[in-house]
């Protein structure tokens, strides 16, 4: 590897250990074994590489979200037993990925402390919504259009937010996939009604 990914790499183990806000470019030169000078010339900054960091931890958890990924995909797309496969999919994926989502919720309470931070994870929302619509409907990312990921992917994304708050706060009282699924089966069909 070179010094780019050698910072990435120290980077997110700092991340994990120590968070955003206690990480310091010396501790990421020191675990990643480079230079100061490296962390500006790859990356800018060392907040871009923490976000960048970030993104990539986040991105890690995210491939595991699929349920297809070990052959266990079996549901249609758009059915809700296709959403009730993919939630449980994601909701296996929390106990390994605890101190992700903890780091997640770190940054969402920043503030304005982290002002490039944040306009940097804004970005990578977009990112996010447009992930997780294909685990859903089955249409290949680039083929979504942007309507689709800005309804669609919000709302999915806010599921997935509200979700490992609940899974995140208390395991044992956190909603399942089977609840969720219930939950929308219940609201189709009072839509149906009216």
């Not at 997110?12 to 074994?33: H, M, N, P, Q």
């Not at 993104?55 to 079996?74: A, K, N, Q, W």
């Not at 919000?154 to 979700?163: A, D, F, I, K, V």
Request: hydrophobic fraction near 40%; charge should be negative; glycine fraction near 10%.
């Amino acid at each position: 590897m070179g010094h780019r990914e050698d910072l990435l790499e120290g980077a997110k183990r700092c991340l994990l250990d120590k968070g955003f806000l206690r990480t310091t470019a010396r501790d990421i030169v020191k675990e990643s074994g480079t230079n100061l000078a490296s962390i500006g010339y790859h990356y800018g900054s060392k907040d871009a590489l923490l976000v960048q960091a970030y993104v990539s931890l986040i991105e890690g958890v995210g491939e595991r979200f699929d349920p297809g990924l070990d052959g266990e995909m079996t549901q249609p797309p758009g059915s809700l037993e296709r959403f009730r496969e993919v939630w449980a999919g994601i909701i296996r994926t929390v106990p390994e990925s605890r101190a992700i989502w903890l780091l997640s919720f770190e940054l969402m309470f920043q503030d304005d402390r982290l002002e490039e931070v944040r306009k940097l994870l804004a970005e990578a929302q977009k990112e996010g919504r447009a992930g997780l619509v294909p685990l859903f409907n089955g249409v290949p990312e680039p083929a979504l259009d942007e309507e689709t990921i800005d309804t669609e992917g919000r709302l999915y994304q806010t599921l997935l937010n509200g979700l490992m708050v609940q899974w995140l706060f208390d395991p044992g009282t956190a909603t399942t996939a089977e609840q969720l699924t219930e939950g929308l089966r219940r609201v189709i069909r009072q839509a149906a009604r009216s």
